[in-house]
């Protein structure tokens, strides 16, 4: 429901903002939705839903039971629903231009945005990546963290544009360094992990200017995983040219047979990058097979 109401409210306050003239109603009604985006409110919804994903994480370890939820993809959608409902959030508080506005001139104001970041920043330090690097590796919990892994980084990337968290973003990209985890193995895919990130980041970097700040401040990170994504071997065998005529002509048939199959599903996954508020908080797709929103080589 929250999902639905940050949705739908942020539809009302863009279709507002294009009103050169709006009569008194519509200021009113633009007034109390901006209560849903202040700092105080933000707040509350990053810490409740953060609490949320970590207790789904933690029901995930729970051995029989956490199986049977798996399997019929209620954790999935319950982590996805949190994580799109934060999402929304963030877009609802942009829209709003909360985090813009005279209000930050307020300490507690400030402080509010800054506690937002730090509490979703420790989650994904202290529950995500613990449970992906976890030595059980074929643990549930980290199935879904890893699973789930592009959403959690879009959510972190989406949280540079709210300009009071940049003190608490700068050194984000300290979360990807390789030295944080041992064996060459997670040295590889925490730096996935980062390209991911970096993806995110500089989408949004294209429409946002805290976003394109994080992305300028840390360019040499940013280049050095366009790289590693263009040259990534996994990436390329999966993914070797778009002209399926001369992936026919290079290597027969059954060739243009597959490459046809992934870049289909990357098609389909990428026109549902614009999620409808409605469709999303009603049922949200479980994603089966290819994870084209998983840190790795289909991302």
Known sequence: ???LIFGRAKF???LIAKDTAPDTKLVQLAEAIKRLGSSRFFLFVVHSLTRALAVTVETANMNTFSKALSRGGCLEKAFRSCLGTIRNS???VNACGTNDSTEIQNV???NDWESSAKVYLSFVKTRILSSIFDKHENGEHGKLCRNQSGGVFSVLAALCSVSQAHRVL???YDVFKPDTVKGDACRFYIQQMGVCFSCELTRLAQSNRNCKAVATQHANTVFKHLLVSLVDADTLAMFPTCNLSWLSHLDGH???SKGNDFLSKSQV???MALHDPDQEANEIKRMSGDYFDTAGPTY
């Open 1 to 3: 429901w929250l999902n």
């Open 12 to 14: 009302i306050m863009e």
């Open 90 to 92: 963030i877009a609802l």
């Open 108 to 110: 507690q104001s400030k």
């Open 170 to 172: 700068c050194d984000v």
């Open 254 to 256: 059954n060739s243009r």
């Open 269 to 271: 996954y990428s026109s």
